[in-house]
């Protein structure tokens, strides 16, 4: 089961028409990933390029962000940004150079700190989105039980039994509690 936000992708399509840059902030495993690529689907008609910066041949691919990014036309998506913090100055350079809107749609999961650092430089250049767990009312069988049972964050609430939701919640809980 895919579940659609429909409300979030019209924000996504909305702003772009006026804003350059798009950055959708939220907590790890809350969807910002599947909700870019179904823009990319289901709203785009534009070429799209991808950068998980997780993955080491993305990260190296934007070794040099100038040269990769600079001749590249329609959407550029730039998953865990917060990662190459470096890359906002760049940003700025690139859309005021391009004059255009609806260029990059950056994912990131530490909000704060993506804000801080992309402050300065995107200034009156990007529109912020803020993504949570999946509420009630974005939940298509309205099921109350299973959404308070089994939560908003997709894994959880998608997955095939409550048993395997369970186990999802517990290893996410302790991922968390580890790192602190």
């Known amino acids: 089961m895919e579940i659609i936000r429909k409300k979030e992708l019209s924000f996504i399509k909305n702003r772009f028409e006026s804003i350059p840059i798009i950055g959708i902030l939220g907590p790890r495993q809350c969807g910002k990933t599947t909700l870019a690529r179904q823009f990319c689907t289901k709203i785009s008609k534009k070429?799209?390029?991808f950068f998980d910066l997780e993955n080491p041949n993305d990260f190296s691919a934007l070794s040099n962000p100038m040269?990769?990014?600079?001749?590249m036309t329609g959407y550029v998506i730039i998953d865990e940004i917060q990662r190459m913090p470096e890359i906002f100055p760049l940003?700025?350079?690139l859309v005021d150079a391009r004059g255009g809107n609806g260029q990059f749609l950056i994912l990131g999961s530490a909000s704060r700190e993506l804000i801080k650092q992309s402050s300065e430089s995107l200034a009156g250049r990007v529109s912020y989105l803020e993504l949570t767990p999946f509420t009630f009312m974005e939940t298509p069988e309205k099921d109350s039980k299973k959404h308070w049972l089994r939560g908003?964050?997709?894994?959880s609430y998608l997955s095939a039994s409550n048993r395997q939701s369970y186990q999802w919640r517990e290893d996410y809980i302790r991922t968390f509690l580890e790192r602190d």
């Open 67 to 71: 040269a990769a990014l600079e001749d």
């Open 91 to 93: 940003l700025r350079s």
């Open 152 to 155: 908003g964050y997709p894994r």
């Open 47 to 49: 070429e799209i390029h």
